[in-house]
């Protein structure tokens, strides 16, 4: 059995850890400032959208919504694995930045430049490089480009280009993949010893353990509930199939007989027309048996 984890346990590139250090303002700002390569007088972060159980995200979010005194916004995110819709996930996130602006009254014209910033312990596109940086851009002359006021970052631990990049990024990235011996030393960065001084704050405060405990157990429900869930639609899809199966062997299945079965999701329904389909000698007295099991079964209810 994998051992848990404890606060103690935890480095910058454990999600928990992360948010919790970024949270701190002039830790995030620092970071935007080394990453984006120019100075920000103040960010604002959005602590309730941070750390928390969001439902509407499907789970919990654990990603850093900043502001600063341009009203520009930033979501900053750590990713360990590598994920294949990464791209249509920043996409989103710009979408949430928008709409959160359209929502509180701002028109079209005034709406805030948005970057997304992944920090992926992996190389997202295979080139070696430490940063990625996608704006929109003409693809039949790039000079001309799309002034749409979005950015999306993916830095990488796995860079390879140190002389192209600033050197303060390279030893942060080498912070973050470091394990937690090695994060503890000196990485001759003074934003990486601000970040050491901040987790060595929040091992030792006991309302973040608390906190972490509770994190830990929202993690664990919800992976129980996806593994429950999981297994439900499971059962559902293979007794779709095999009701669809014993159906194949009547005769060519219509498209609205098909289409009405794999739009059912209710296992004990798919159970009872599985029988309908067992004992049926032709696809019309199934499909007649079909309907009036399921008129009575919703007559009942």
């Known amino acids: 059995m994998k051992k848990r984890k404890t606060l103690q346990d935890l480095t910058i590139k454990d999600n928990f850890l992360f948010g919790a250090v970024m949270s701190v303002e002039k830790n995030c700002k620092g970071f935007l400032e080394m990453v984006l390569g120019f100075p920000i007088a103040h960010v604002v972060v959005s602590k309730e959208k941070s750390l928390v159980y969001h439902p509407e995200y499907k789970g919990v979010r654990l990603d850093i919504y900043a502001e600063d005194e341009n009203h520009t916004h930033y979501n900053v995110e750590m990713q360990v694995r590598k994920k294949k819709a990464l791209g249509k996930r920043s996409r989103y996130y710009h979408s949430q930045m928008v709409m959160e602006a359209l929502a509180n009254g701002e028109d079209y014209e005034t709406l805030p430049v948005t970057f997304v910033i992944f920090v992926c312990d992996f190389d997202s596109f295979e080139e070696h490089l430490y940063c990625y940086t996608f704006g929109n851009e003409c693809k039949e002359n790039k000079r001309v480009k799309l002034d749409d006021g979005s950015c999306t970052i993916f830095l990488s631990t796995k860079g390879e280009n140190e002389e192209e990049v600033p050197p303060e990024l390279v030893r942060f990235l080498k912070f973050v993949t470091a394990d937690l011996e090695e994060s503890e030393g000196d990485f001759q960065d003074e934003l990486v010893k601000q970040f050491q ?52 062997d009547l005769g060519e299945l219509p498209n609205v007989i098909r289409d009405r079965i794999a739009g059912l999701e209710n296992l004990e329904d798919l159970k009872a027309l599985h029988k309908i389909a067992a004992r049926t000698d032709s696809l019309q007295a199934f499909a007649e048996d079909m309907e009036k099991y399921l008129e009575a079964k919703e007559n009942q209810e």
């Open 197 to 248: 001084e901040t987790i060595r704050n929040i091992k030792t405060d006991r309302k973040m353990g608390e906190r972490y405990m509770i994190f830990e157990e929202m993690l664990r429900e919800e992976k129980q509930e996806g593994r429950q869930e999981g297994r439900i639609e499971g059962r559902i899809e293979a007794t779709q199939e095999a009701v669809l199966e014993l159906l194949e």
